[in-house]
């Protein structure tokens, strides 16, 4: 890259960088949004959030840093032309740290709905891969930091973007099969018999609802994460000599971080509940099982929810949500089994 000029060099890194600070703002407001909304969220949940943006906060500071060494602090040197930053040394460490803990955990989200370790474990694989190209990507651009030597090194880029381009494609498609096969048991209970079959449909609209705007939600940023991914890959091998890769290696992070509080928002919140709980199959704390059942002329849905919590009880919901005429009239009524 000895040969460039200062626009082919320092012009897609600048633009990279302000796309950084602008997603940097959005998932700002993303956070806050979550953290006024999330008080009776897992305390781990709230953990993962706060180590996320503490850890973009850091890689925002360093691409800020990064542009402004050479734009400032070498103005007019050679120095500027042949070396790079010193703090493009930690971009691809500290973009790892926040894309693979959002990988990880969507996938164990992804074992717990689905209750199979086999597209889980598949994508643990891929992004300890991922993380570990990531880290070797730092370590050689320690060693030849020059622009020149950036074309000796595309096999440890290559691992980390290929691996985690994968692994998102590979979520994203996990996520939505197993929303979409998310099978709910739909009964019709007489004064005789109980007639159960499996169905797709949970009868109850605002449920459908918030599992299709997850599933929509997760296609629309697993596919941007993958997509970003790999057009920083196909930037940096077929275009060598240019800094192009750095417009969407830079706001990485962010897109991740975005994609995982984005979601976490879209879940249905306290003040969103109507008298009848709508159990969400990707963000709840316990996995629930709906019924629909029919009392006479009333029908009713039954919502079992399993606990995750060691020893945890089994609570049943039964909430009236087509209201007919009839004798039977039952608004709500929780009662639990251990």
Not at 250 to 260: E, G, H, Q, V
Request: with cysteine; glycine share 4%.
């Amino acid at each position: 890259m000895a040969d460039l000029n200062v626009t082919l060099l320092f012009g897609p890194m600048l633009i990279g960088v302000l796309l950084n600070t602008m997603l940097y703002g959005v998932m700002a407001v993303q956070a806050f949004i979550y953290y006024s909304r999330s008080k009776t969220d897992r305390p781990w949940f709230r953990y993962l959030v706060l180590y996320l943006v503490v850890a973009d906060t850091a890689n925002w500071v360093c691409d800020v840093g990064l542009i402004y060494e050479p734009l400032i602090i070498l103005y007019g040197q050679l120095e500027a032309l042949t070396i790079s930053p010193l703090l493009l040394r930690a971009d691809a460490i500290l973009t790892v740290p926040v894309s693979t803990p959002v990988q990880l955990f969507i996938a164990w989200r992804i074992l717990v709905v689905t209750r199979s370790y086999v597209l889980p474990g598949l994508i643990f694989i891929l992004a300890m891969v991922s993380l570990a190209g990531g880290v070797a990507t730092t370590i050689v651009v320690s060693i030849h930091p020059a622009f020149a030597s950036f074309s000796h090194f595309r096999t440890e880029v290559a691992i980390w973007l290929i691996s985690s381009t994968v692994c998102d494609i590979v979520l994203t498609a996990s996520l939505v099969h197993s929303l979409a096969s998310f099978y709910l048991l739909t009964a019709r209970w007489t004064l005789t018999n109980l007639d159960a079959q499996w169905t797709r449909k949970t009868n109850i609209v605002a449920t459908d609802g918030y599992i299709n705007k997850i599933i929509r939600l997760s296609v629309q940023t697993g596919s941007i994460t993958a997509a970003a991914a790999l057009l920083d890959l196909i930037f940096f091998l077929a275009i060598p000599k240019t800094s192009f890769n750095f417009m969407v290696d830079f706001p990485l992070s962010k897109l991740y971080t975005n994609a995982l509080i984005s979601t976490l928002n879209a879940r249905p919140w306290q003040e969103h509940i109507s008298q009848h709980e709508a159990p969400n199959a990707l963000f709840e704390q316990s996995n629930m099982d709906v019924r629909s059942v029919t009392v006479g002329q009333t029908n009713f849905a039954v919502v079992k929810r399993r606990t995750s919590q060691p020893g945890g009880r089994q609570s049943y919901v039964m909430s009236n949500y087509h209201p007919h005429p009839s004798k039977f009239r039952l608004d709500a009524i929780e009662f639990d089994s251990v």
